[in-house]
């Protein structure tokens, strides 16, 4: 089911620039047990990224509404909203923001249905050879403009690999194609700074405050494939899964230790203690 600026609809206008040029950012959030989890912080990051694209703001408190009316009945789901600049002619000149007349589309999804052992013994990943461009404009919001994702999750079809890690500019490990990247070396919590290419999910974010009261050191620097070899503990984040230990990458086995243990669960509570603010 679709709602584009508040009315059911399926379509959206050949001319809309999120079409067009990939204008625009989005967000996906989780919905267990009749609760969107986290929705205020999904918010700030989509009116963050709304105002370094100079894209006019959506009301948060419209977006809840209309997400309401779209789960209706649902108890699990993902619902994706999706805030485009709106309709404009050819080429790359944008309308001013006070002409601009964004296109925001709410859809919803059925929730992934995860084994429940990713959690509890790990995945695997690989690298991908596609490599992230370098673009500090762009860094850290959730735009629409993903081809470097999907070429690289073209680049394997093998189910018994959940996840591929993406390297941006000099080789440093940046990434998941869907997700954030931590790693510990010696008790230290260590994630790649993406100050130049990648996104920064809430998820990432939450699981530095954890850190932080945990008393648990963290290090945002670049890292290369060298630096995540000698990890002690990998595991990757993101809205939808929490945090997942990586048992193995390529052909090396990681030990799920103490430290992801240590997110695994302050995640969790997080959840439940989020889930305590029905919103549906």
């Known amino acids: ?73 649902r108890t699990d789901a993902v ?36 084994p429940a052992e990713n959690q509890a013994n790990g995945i695997v990943v690989r690298y991908c050879d596609t490599r992230l461009g370098t673009s500090p404009t762009l860094a850290g919001i959730k735009h629409l403009n993903r081809l470097e994702q999907v070429l690289a999750r073209c680049e394997w079809q093998d189910e018994a690999i959940f996840e591929g890690l993406m390297l941006a500019a000099h080789g440093r490990v940046t990434e998941g194609t869907m997700s954030n990247l931590f790693f510990v070396k010696e008790g230290i919590l260590c994630s790649p700074d993406l100050s130049n290419a990648g ?10 405050e954890f850190a932080h009261k945990q008393k648990i050191p963290v290090e945002i620097a670049h890292f290369s494939k060298a630096d995540l070899s000698a990890a002690d503990e990998v595991f990757i984040s993101n809205s939808l899964i929490g945090a997942w230990p990586v048992r193995q990458l390529e052909q090396q086995q990681f030990s799920i230790g103490a430290v992801t243990q240590q997110i695994i669960s302050a995640v969790n509570a997080a959840r439940l203690k989020d889930a305590s603010h029905e919103v549906i």
Request: proline residues 5%.
């Open 1 to 73: 089911m679709f709602l584009l600026n508040g009315e059911k609809s399926d379509s959206l206008s050949l001319q809309d620039r999120g079409l067009q040029y990939g204008d625009g950012l989005f967000e996906t959030i989780a919905v267990r047990n009749q609760q969107l989890e986290f929705w205020q912080l999904h918010m700030q990051r989509l009116l963050d990224g709304c105002q370094r694209l100079r894209i006019p703001l959506p009301d948060p408190e419209q977006l809840l509404a209309e997400a309401c009316v779209l789960l209706d009945g």
């Open 79 to 114: 619902l994706k909203v999706v805030i485009t600049r709106g309709q404009g002619g050819r080429g790359y000149r944008a309308p001013t923001e006070s002409n601009s007349k964004p296109s925001q589309i709410l859809a919803v999804y059925e929730l992934p249905d995860y």
């Open 199 to 208: 996104v920064v999910g809430i998820m990432r974010e939450m699981i530095f």
